[in-house]
Every structure is written in C-alpha cells, then in structure tokens.
C-alpha cells in the first residue's frame, strides 16, 4: 500500500538555525499539506499546497516558513530561524487529486529545537 | 468558525467491551467528516471518512461510524475492543472544498484494560 515518507524521523537543531523537513507524497496525490503537533496538544494545520503554489495556509505559517516541491516526488518545509517554540511534531499529508478522499499522514519528524 | 469538540479526553475500556468515542462539530453545512487514529510515536493512520449517503460508514480495523445531522455528531464505535486499539483517536472535518485544512479535535487517549 502507497504511503508518504519523511525525513528525518528527528532533528535536532540550535535556535537560529535553518531546518528542512523532507516529505514524500503518494505518487498519484496531487495535493500536499503540513500539520504540526507540539506535545500533548492537537494536530494544527500549517499550510497546504497544489500546483505549484500555496492555495492556504494558517497563522502559524508566517514568513519564517516556507514549502517547496523540488522535483516531481518531494515535498519540503523550511524554517528559516528556528525558535524553541517551533519544537513539535511535523506531520507531511497528501490526498488524492479530487483533494477531498481524505488526507493520508507521515510518520512525522520531531523537531527539536534547544 | 468550525470546530471540533470531543469531550472524552481519556476513556478506559475493557478488553472485549465496546466503545464509542464522541465526536461533535461546528459548522454552518455538512462538513466530510474522519477520524484518524495514532499510536504512540506514529503518525495519523485514516480509520474512516463521510463524505455524503449513508450515515454509518464503516472503517478499517472493525471502526465504524455514525453521522448524525441533527446532534452534529460523528461518533466512532467498536463492538469488541481489542489491547491493540490503546492509542489516541482524532475527529477531524475538512470544509467540502479541494485541498482544504483539516480542523481536528483535541483526541482522545483509549486505554484498554485486561
């Protein structure tokens, strides 16, 4: 069964730093999301992505953030200057191309920043 | 603005007895509804969705669950719970558009005793 792929499973990084988090999509899935989930809070929904461009994205996602598809498989996120708030869970979701048959999760990426 | 309330923030069930997890939503129309389920350290796995039609839609691992309009409710249920189902269980609605955010509950922590 297709699933999506992240990379790495956990990051460490110092405040400051850049990060990128890696995702790969299912392959007939045309639209692309990341939610984050800081500890012992709910999934919080960052920003979601379709041909090519943003089509939404929450208040989380300020100019620190930012997403990309490189090539025809992968998926990133990058956080410009971590801060020690940005510690959490990084969930990378995809969903097929009628957009609405569900969203289907990555097994995530801890981030923590120290 | 849409919402997500699931007042059960822990539940503890006996092996073999049955469960049903409560789920409710704010939300002007009929939003497509899903729970997701997520194992310690694991991402979210889709255990069912509602889009339209009829209102008890059937899920993986013996989950079912039960639109009702008029209480805006998406409960899910299981006759028999089984040790492996300890985890914690998501609701989530998505406004029936293209690649739109999934809004989730705050979960709900199942624990299964002997």
């Known amino acids: 069964e297709p699933e999506v792929t992240q990379t790495p499973s956990h990051q460490v990084t110092q405040m400051g730093q850049e990060v990128i988090l890696r995702c790969v999509p299912i392959?007939?899935?045309?639209?692309f999301y990341w939610y984050r989930q800081i500890l012992g809070q709910k999934v919080e929904f960052l920003v979601s992505?379709?041909?090519?461009?943003?089509?939404?994205k929450s208040e989380i996602f300020d100019d620190q953030f930012s997403v990309e598809r490189p090539d025809g498989s992968n998926f990133t996120l990058k956080i410009r200057s971590t801060k020690l708030e940005d510690s959490a869970m990084y969930f990378c979701?995809?969903?097929?191309?009628?957009?609405?048959?569900?969203?289907?999760f990555g097994p995530g990426t801890r981030l923590t920043v120290t | 603005a849409q919402s997500v309330t699931q007042p059960d923030i822990h539940i503890t069930v006996s092996e073999g007895a049955s469960l049903e997890l409560r789920c409710n939503y704010s939300y002007g129309a009929t939003p497509y509804l899903f729970w997701y389920v997520q194992s310690p350290g694991q991402g979210l796995q889709l255990l069912l969705k509602?889009?339209?039609?009829?209102?008890l839609v059937q899920g993986i691992k013996g989950f079912e669950a039960e639109f009702k309009r008029s209480q805006s409710s998406f409960n899910l249920r299981k006759p028999s719970v089984h040790w492996s189902d300890a985890a914690e269980y998501f609701c989530?609605?998505?406004?029936?558009?293209?690649?739109?955010?999934?809004?989730f509950g705050k979960g709900t922590t199942l624990s299964v005793s002997s």
């Open positions: 392959s007939n899935h045309l639209y």
């Open positions: 992505f379709y041909n090519n461009e943003i089509s939404e």
């Open positions: 989530a609605v998505v406004v029936n558009q293209a690649g739109t955010a999934l809004i």
């Open positions: 509602y889009f339209s039609g009829d209102t």
């Open positions: 979701a995809s969903s097929d191309p009628g957009g609405v048959g569900g969203q289907y």
